[in-house]
């Protein structure tokens, strides 16, 4: 099968195309046959190996699982013999998780996985610009007890997960103030924001509105400006927080009525089952910015790493050739 190597960290020239043995599902594992994915700013980031700490998780001189990517969107092609959830023929979107390997004609993804049934009114495409954001943004949200009445601020709101975080706040009833740049506002206003802010015009900390929630959904506002801006009783949502941010939460935590939440996120079965009701409902849409073959994934990797995607950059196999 054809699948996108990273054969060492750095350029976007270090990801290559090869030739690699198609994958066996173990007894309780699905083989996927791919037919989208998604270049993340996470796969980005792997493949920089930024911040250095990336080198002791995932190997110091080049990524110990090669293939990266962690969306899929696809079709059942065969099972494991202990398998019963999914059956061959069944379209399914989700998460590989730290097992990677998505940037592939195929890939093996245990039943129990992050996995559901695709939306009936969606395609592979749409389907695989949902798991990324959409698991970050809702398990952040649901840690921070975002809810009806609250002021919810999303900065980074027109990325993959601000896109996500915008729509499952306004879901959940809250108040929500969108931070991008001005060319984006339509789109946020789209997803269901009640007002937005153009960061290259506006600092939102500078306006005296205070929020209960504040989702940093990019790593790019500050820390403190961020706990000004927060009611007394307020949360911090951090989905990028470098190692010092994620202490100095921790501290404020403690010593304050302020709560800071990060760390890394947890995916589950549910949660696809939760964005396939509400797709299907036509209360969660797909936002999907450019669209490349998996032999252009070298350019997906350059668009990304210009840091100016609008929801998500989507990859797509041609099992045909």
């Known amino acids: ?14 990801i290559q195309l090869a030739d690699v043995a198609k994958p066996k599902p173990k007894e309780n594992q699905i083989l996927v046959k791919i037919h989208a994915s998604s270049v993340t700013s996470g796969d980005a980031r792997i493949r920089r190996a930024d911040p250095f700490v990336i080198r ?3 190997g110091f001189k080049r990524p110990r699982k090669s293939i990266l990517g962690v969306v899929v969107a696809g079709e059942v092609e065969s099972v494991g013999s202990k398998v019963s959830k999914f059956k061959v023929g069944d379209k399914v979107f989700g998460t590989t998780g730290m097992s990677f390997g998505a940037h592939a004609e195929y890939q093996c993804v245990s039943e129990e996985g992050t996995l559901a049934l695709i939306p009936e009114n969606s395609s592979f495409s749409e389907a695989a610009a949902i798991p990324f954001g959409g698991t970050a943004a809702i398990h952040f949200l649901r840690k921070g007890n975002v809810r009806q009445g609250q002021k919810v601020l999303i900065y980074g709101a027109s990325g993959a997960l601000g896109t996500m975080a915008v729509q499952l706040a306004k879901e959940s009833g809250a108040e ?5 740049s001005g060319k984006n506002a339509e789109l946020v206003k789209s997803l269901g924001a009640d007002k937005v802010i153009d960061y290259t015009k506006e600092d939102f900390t500078k306006s005296g509105i205070k929020y209960d929630v504040i989702f940093d959904t990019v790593g790019k506002s500050s820390f403190s400006s961020n706990l000004k801006a927060l009611t007394k009783n307020g949360t911090l949502l951090l989905a990028a927080a470098s190692v010092g941010q994620m202490l100095r939460g921790a501290f404020t935590s403690m010593v304050g009525s302020k709560k800071v939440i990060s760390g890394v996120i947890k995916e589950t079965a549910e949660d696809m ?22 032999d252009d994934i070298a350019q997906a990797h350059d668009y990304v790493d210009a840091g100016h995607k609008r929801g998500n950059v989507i990859i797509t196999m041609n099992h045909a050739s």
């Open 56 to 58: 002791l998780i995932f």
């Open 273 to 294: 089952q939760f964005f396939k009701t509400l797709m299907e409902a036509g209360e969660l849409k797909a936002v999907v910015d450019r669209t490349y073959s998996l």
């Open 176 to 180: 929500v103030t969108a931070v991008c």
């Open 1 to 14: 099968m054809k699948a996108a190597i990273c054969t060492k960290y750095g350029e976007t020239r270090y």
